[in-house]
């Protein structure tokens, strides 16, 4: 991700303890790159979508900035949070969206497609967020990584510190979650 992170850290940490000229120089620092995490997010959707990236990006911000009294611990601790209030926007759009049954209509990608090229045009993410939340149930911490890899954007390096595990066991979760989501998505399908 673009600004440095300990410009970001210092800020987040300034704001947090009430400084407003801090909030003020935070903005359009993180602005941007929450911009530009919500253009990669947008940039594959179907043409005519209706939810644009700036429209994400404030939701998210709003979200984010609303959230009084957050003791903000670091760059990778605000964009995980960052990462889950887009991933619930884009959830919540998709699911007001969706007039037909789930997946009616729409072309399915296979999970390790959809999850090394994030946000294809096609994906179902109101299924991907079900199978997410029921992954969190058996492992919260792997469900944790896809998000914060998938929604977020966060590097291996990154994830770890918001979880404080290592790049290793970062890599081994998301393994293994992708595994259990592409499964998990497979055994809905077939239901369907």
């Known amino acids: 991700m673009g600004s440095g992170g300990g410009e ?10 009430g400084d407003p000229e801090a909030f003020q120089a935070l903005m359009p620092i993180v602005y941007n790159e929450l911009r530009r995490l919500a253009n990669h997010y947008l940039q594959n959707e179907r043409s005519g979508h209706t ?17 009084d009294g957050m ?3 670091d760059r990778a601790h605000f964009f995980a949070a960052a990462a889950t209030s887009m991933r619930r926007i ?5 699911r007001q969206r969706q007039t037909e049954k789930r997946g009616s209509g729409a072309q399915q990608v296979p999970l390790d497609e959809a999850l090394t090229v ?35 954007g966060l590097s291996n390096k990154e994830i770890s510190e918001v979880l404080g595990i290592t790049p290793g066991a970062v890599r081994n979760d998301w ?15 077939a239901a369907e």
Request: net charge positive; charged share 20%; aromatic share 8%.
């Open 90 to 94: 884009l959830v919540d759009h998709a």
């Open 71 to 73: 003791q903000w611990q």
């Open 118 to 152: 994030p946000m294809q045009s096609n994906l179902d993410i109101a299924a991907l967020d079900e199978s997410l939340s029921s992954l969190a149930l058996v492992d919260p911490r792997k469900s944790r990584v896809v998000e914060l890899r998938f929604f977020g």
């Open 8 to 17: 970001i850290t210092a800020l987040l940490h300034r704001w947090s303890r």
């Open 175 to 189: 393994v293994v979650a992708k595994a259990w989501l592409y499964r998990d998505l497979q055994r809905t399908e």
């Open 51 to 67: 939810l644009q990236s700036t429209a994400l990006v404030h939701e998210a911000f709003l979200r984010l900035v609303g959230n």
